[in-house]
């Protein structure tokens, strides 16, 4: 896995980690999802306005929409958790200066916002280019 998706999993889970009340792990798997959601449904909207045909495609809602989510959450714990693999991501990164983790908090928030915020700006930018 890349050393920066590997330093993701590890600042999102260290953050959980400190809170008592916290479960590290959901929070990594929720966060990972949402950019990953949003992604997948920029991809998606780019192949409807490239391939009109896939936009009549009809869509089943409701219960389907909530298998589709459980399964998405489900698809991304079995890809990125594992115990002994994340023990070996909080051991590569634990002796990071305090510097370095200052700079890390940055690129890993900037990475999480950007990720979702260019998304919609992409949404938007896209819509008007084929309008």
Request: charged residues 15%.
């Amino acid at each position: 896995m890349f050393r920066f998706y590997r330093y993701l999993i590890y600042k999102i889970y260290s953050w959980g980690a400190r809170r008592p009340n916290d479960t590290p792990v959901m929070n990594v798997i929720l966060c990972l999802m949402a950019v990953h959601l949003f992604q997948l449904c920029l991809l998606l909207y780019i192949l409807g306005k490239l391939v009109p045909a896939v936009n009549d495609i009809p869509l089943p809602g409701g219960v389907f929409a909530v298998v589709f989510a459980v399964c998405f959450i489900l698809l991304h714990y079995f890809l990125f958790y594992n115990k002994e693999r994340w023990a070996a991501y909080r051991e590569e990164f634990q002796d990071e200066t305090p510097k370095e983790a200052r700079k890390g908090k940055i690129y890993v928030l900037a990475y999480l916002i950007g990720s979702t915020i260019g998304s919609i700006l992409m949404f938007v930018l896209i819509d008007i280019l084929f309008s």
